[in-house]
């Protein structure tokens, strides 16, 4: 969750990571603005839209999400 919604503090490296992602660019009204692979030891990555949220998940993942995709968040209590 990033402070303001922008694609600077959205933007993510790749650098020393040791697996490729999924990563899916979330904005304050729960719409995904951008989709993308990021592979590891590849450097920047913006999004193409201003993101609060930064989904980083499976690269098997990533075709379940597209621009324009709703996300909903729950909280989930404690156990």
């Given amino acids: 969750v990033q402070r303001n919604e ?6 993510i490296h790749m650098l020393w990571m040791r697996m490729d992602l999924a990563v899916v660019w979330i904005n304050t009204a729960g719409k995904v603005v951008d989709v993308r692979p990021a592979y590891r030891w590849r450097s920047f990555l913006t ?4 993101a609060k949220y930064v989904l980083e998940t499976s ?21």
């Fill in 6 to 11: 922008n694609r600077i503090d959205s933007a």
């Fill in 47 to 50: 999004p193409a839209g201003p």
């Fill in 59 to 79: 690269i098997d993942q990533l075709n379940r999400f597209s621009i324009g995709d709703e996300v909903y968040f729950e909280e989930i209590p404690p156990v």
